[in-house]
Antibody
Framework: QLQLQESGPGLVKPSETLSLTCTVS??????????WGWIRQPPGKGLEWIGS???????YYNPSLKSRVTISVDTSKNQFSLKLSSVTAADTAVYYC???????????WGQGTLVTVSS | QSVLTQPPSASGTPGQRVTISCSGS????????VYWYQQLPGTAPKLLIY???QRPSGVPDRFSGSKSGTSASLAISGLRSEDEADYYC??????????FGGGTKLTVL
């Protein structure tokens, strides 16, 4: 059974860079035809797609976040990562990592991790 | 302001059939597949419907999806108390991004 687990700091200061890692177990991140993505959910609000990386390395980012986002894959560790720079309080959210079988179809999700942006 | 439009709330009594709508445009729903997610309180979203009307293994056939033009719907028949959750629609947009609806909170009365 595929499992995804987010890890990283739960508190980030304004203007700094948010860094999260998603560790995939029970399957290979190098498997063809899958996207690996990040989705976030501000407290009490809806879902927002941040970006995805295809198994080949191609990346797709939310245009509203593109200038601040980097998603990368480390196949040796079976992990993929998110970096979001110049964070503000508006970036406070639960961040989920997910496997996507199609560009918008996420069939496996991590449990989510709350990241608070505050000084 | 979400790209896809959903009603903020819906409700029904046990056993009833309820539908949740999702409205988009030609660049998303009109030309790409629609997906539906169920999010129970305090948990990660779960894929409920993919490619407009397909159910992943384990999803009861009480849940069904449909699409027509630039709109889509999720129908839940034989409503149960455990269906009380937030429901989100999603689609790929031709501007190279995933778009979500704002979510619909389903209450089972």
């Amino acid at each position: 059974q595929l499992q995804l687990q987010e890890s990283g700091p739960g508190l980030v200061k304004p203007s700094e860079t948010l860094s999260l890692t998603c560790t995939v177990s029970g399957g290979s991140i190098s498997s063809s035809s899958y996207y690996w993505g990040w989705i976030r959910q501000p407290p009490g609000k809806g879902l927002e797609w941040i970006g995805s990386i295809y198994y080949s390395g191609s990346t797709y980012y939310n245009p509203s976040l593109k200038s601040r986002v980097t998603i990368s894959v480390d196949t040796s560790k079976n992990q993929f990562s998110l970096k979001l720079s110049s964070v503000t309080a508006a970036d406070t959210a639960v961040y989920y990592c997910a496997r996507l079988v199609t560009r918008a179809g996420a069939d496996y999700w991590g449990q989510g991790t709350l990241v608070t942006v505050s000084s | 302001q979400s790209v896809l439009t959903q009603p903020p709330s819906a409700s029904g009594t046990p056993g009833q059939r309820v539908t949740i709508s999702c409205s988009g445009s030609s660049s998303n729903i009109g030309s790409n597949y629609v997906y539906w997610y169920q999010q129970l309180p305090g948990t990660a979203p779960k894929l409920l419907i993919y490619r407009n009307n397909q159910r992943p293994s384990g999803v009861p056939d009480r849940f069904s999806g449909s699409k027509s033009g630039t709109s889509a719907s999720l129908a839940i028949s034989g409503l149960r108390s455990e269906d009380e959750a937030d429901y989100y629609c999603a689609a790929w947009d031709d501007s190279l991004k995933v778009v979500f609806g704002g979510g619909t909170k389903l209450t089972v009365l």
